[in-house]
T-cell receptor
Framework: DVKVTQSSRYLVKRTGEKVFLECVQD?????MFWYRQDPGLGLRLIYF???????EKGDIPEGYSVSREKKERFSLILESASTNQTSMYLC????????????FGNGTRLTVT | GENVEQHPSTLSVQEGDSAVIKCTYS??????FPWYKQELGKRPQLIID?????GEKKDQRIAVTLNKTAKHFSLHITETQPEDSAVYFC?????????????FGKGTKLSVKP
């Protein structure tokens, strides 16, 4: 069974801090994704990566960056956290982008105060 | 941009009744349509998916239908049970960039009353 692990379940950060959200998958998947989930807005794609050191912007990349130095690890970076980035962040991986199921992590609930 | 519309946003049914959730997509190139179930406090999990070369797919009490011409697809749950209560998300593949990804609907909160 595919396992996608997000390093933190809950995080509380202050405005202006640099925040790192880490995600690791154990199935050698090429593709990894970061989504943001807000009530009434569904799942919105922030960034995704289709190979090591390769990345592509999703629908809402502003204020975020990503890093993929190793195939199994995909990090989401909030350069300067703001209160409007308070949200649930979901990492996912898949064999192929857009043509195969996504396997999600448990999510990180980030609160920026 | 491309999007996926999902209706209704909330749905309440009596145990044993059927539930139907509908989605429409805008990208005619979309060819993969998964459905996810998210129970409270848990991760979204795939429950069924369909590809564009198939019009219908069933798995026990769950079925998905696809109308490519009209660009809409639906989730059908028969003989609903309280454990079906959850938020359901539809998604459609999108190939606007160099690589494909999935665009999600905004979700339907299904409540099954015993």
């Amino acid at each position: 069974d595919v396992k996608v692990t997000q390093s933190s379940r809950y995080l509380v950060k202050r405005t202006g801090e640099k925040v790192f959200l880490e995600c690791v998958q154990d199935m050698d998947h090429e593709n990894m994704f970061w989504y943001r989930q807000d009530p009434g807005l569904g799942l919105r794609l922030i960034y995704f990566s289709y190979d090591v050191k390769m990345k592509e912007k999703g629908d809402i990349p502003e204020g975020y960056s990503v890093s993929r130095e190793k195939k199994e690890r995909f990090s989401l970076i909030l350069e300067s956290a703001s209160t409007n980035q308070t949200s649930m962040y979901l990492c996912a991986s898949s064999v192929t982008g857009g043509r195969s199921p996504l396997h999600f992590g448990n999510g990180t609930r980030l609160t920026v105060t | 941009g491309e999007n996926v519309e999902q209706h209704p946003s909330t749905l309440s049914v009596q145990e044993g009744d059927s539930a139907v959730i509908k989605c429409t997509y805008s990208d005619s190139a979309s060819n993969y349509f998964p459905w996810y179930k998210q129970e409270l406090g848990k991760r979204p999990q795939l429950i069924i998916d369909i590809r564009s070369n198939v019009g219908e797919k069933k798995d026990q009490r769950i079925a998905v239908t696809l109308n490519k011409t009209a660009k809409h697809f639906s989730l059908h749950i028969t003989e609903t049970q309280p454990e079906d209560s959850a938020v359901y998300f539809c998604a459609a593949s999108f190939y606007g960039g160099s690589q494909g990804n999935l665009i999600f609907g905004k979700g339907t909160k299904l409540s099954v009353k015993p």
